[in-house]
């Protein structure tokens, strides 16, 4: 079995900054990658950062380009997503993933954290 436990969410103002922590353990993070979600009340969930944890190579949704950036520490088994210029639109509950496989021509993964809340107020 594989965890992953998301933490460093919260409250912030517009402009602002975060750094969520996500903790992986078991097989979870012997995966080839890990990812970054989020998902606001209403709407369905967003991509939001890919890091390929062996080489460190990254992809960001162009919402989020040039103000987040993602991360990995293999020795604490831990990808770090830090959020910078934080703007309203990007409250949300954000979810790590792990295990990305290709399905129907999309990227679909098979392990979820539980999520952590960010509010970005104006």
């Known amino acids: 079995q594989g965890q992953l436990v998301e933490s460093g969410g919260g409250l912030v103002q517009a402009g602002g900054s975060l750094r969520l922590s996500c903790a992986a353990s078991g097989r979870t993070f012997s995966t080839y990658a890990m990812g970054w979600f989020r998902q606001a009340p209403g709407k369905a969930r967003d991509f939001v950062a890919r890091i390929i944890l062996s080489v460190g190579t990254t992809r960001l949704a162009d919402s989020v380009k040039g103000r987040f950036t993602i991360s990995r520490d293999n020795a604490k088994n831990t990808v770090y997503l830090q959020m910078n210029s934080l703007k309203p639109e990007d409250t949300a509950v954000y979810y790590c993933?792990?295990?990305?496989?290709?399905?129907?021509?999309?990227?679909?993964?098979?392990?979820w954290g539980q999520g952590t809340q960010v509010t970005v107020s104006s």
């Open positions: 993933a792990a295990n990305p496989r290709l399905s129907g021509g999309t990227w679909l993964y098979d392990y």
